[in-house]
């Protein structure tokens, strides 16, 4: 591969896969200078779509190894990206901060000793008597809820900033493609990209950031990596009860595995990430009011006004995500399992030093 120095040429780089992560990868690669084509058969219908969209990073209990290195990188450029997408849409913003409660009096303690043993990095204890609690149970009508509140983690919501990066993508005038690459192979030193529609497109490397669909383009190659579906679920629920005021409660917590997001006054999300399958269960209500013992008796599935569901992948043997260079010019990062928009800045960071290796 020529370098960059040597043909005074901008390289082209083909990134496969619309979600949030190929959307971050085709932003950053263009702001070094960097010529992309990214491309997409949904485009906005992906599994990005599908997500809540929390930022757990501060949270996050296990303080070693490549997925904290991750999630560290990520809380220290996410202020910065917020700033830079601004520009494009000036309500964009991280609201925070970000509830983690638990029934069960065992997880309690090590959240607490998380806490102790993270003085000063945003972590506080709540215990019963916590307002924040005290509304939770009263809603839910249920008890015994512990946790820990951390004022630097929370939630960007999803919509709003896809949204923004196309609005990016398009002022920085990046080439976006709806269609199905179905073909990858490398001719003479160049990659070359066939479409689903017969569609050839030639580039200096090319960027996997397409979740499962990934294994396709690799699976004839010598590369051993496999990756297992993830379901995430989510539903939305109505209620009109005179006593319910889901504004009276935090704007993101999460009770025991599951995340709620109180949107109105009468609405709330409640979601998870909790199916090693590729298709829903029918018993989703089921599945997601699982951490209550009695439900309340607003809580029925008659005030399902909308569920949801996105499919994601994991690794199987190796921690989430992939990120691996595969053969020179051929780059694969997927596989986030639940992180995504969390580790989205960390992991474009990372492809971009990756490519450095090859044209600088």
Known sequence: MKGLKENFQKP????????????????????LGYQITIIDPALDKNSS????????????????GRSWALRKQSIELWPKWIKFFQKFHKGLTIEKPLIQLTKNEEKFKKLKKFVINNAHQGLEVLEEKSIFIK???????TRNLKGIISHKDGKIDPKSLLNTLNLCLKYKK??????????????????????????????????????????????DKPHKVKLN??????IE?????????????????NI????????????????????????PKENVFEQLTDFLDNKPPWLTKEIITRKWYGIRSQPEGEASPIQKNLEDGLILCTGFYKNGFLLAPSCSHWVANELKKYFI
């Not at 579906?229 to 989510?234: I, S």
């Not at 006593?243 to 935090?250: A, C, G, H, K, Y």
Request: hydrophobic share 40%.
């Open 49 to 64: 779509r599908a997500a809540l969209g929390l930022l757990m990073g501060n949270m996050y209990q296990k303080r070693n």
């Open 12 to 31: 082209h780089i083909l990134i496969v896969g619309a979600g949030i992560i190929g959307k971050f990868n085709a932003i950053e690669l263009s702001e």
């Open 229 to 234: 579906p993830v379901l995430g679920q989510a």
């Open 174 to 219: 990046i080439n976006v493609v709806k269609d199905e690459i179905i073909k990858i192979q490398k001719i003479n030193g160049q990659w070359i990209a066939t479409s689903r529609n017969n569609y050839e497109i030639k580039t200096d490397a090319i960027i996997l950031c397409n979740s499962l669909s990934a294994l396709n383009l690799i699976s």
């Open 256 to 279: 025991d595995g599951k995340n709620m997001l109180p949107l109105t006054r009468n609405k709330i999300i409640i979601g998870s990430t909790n199916e090693y399958d590729d298709k």
């Open 237 to 253: 629920l109505c209620t009109y009860e005179k006593n319910i005021d889901f504004l009276s409660l935090p704007r993101h917590f």
């Open 135 to 141: 509304n939770i149970n009263e809603t839910f009508q």
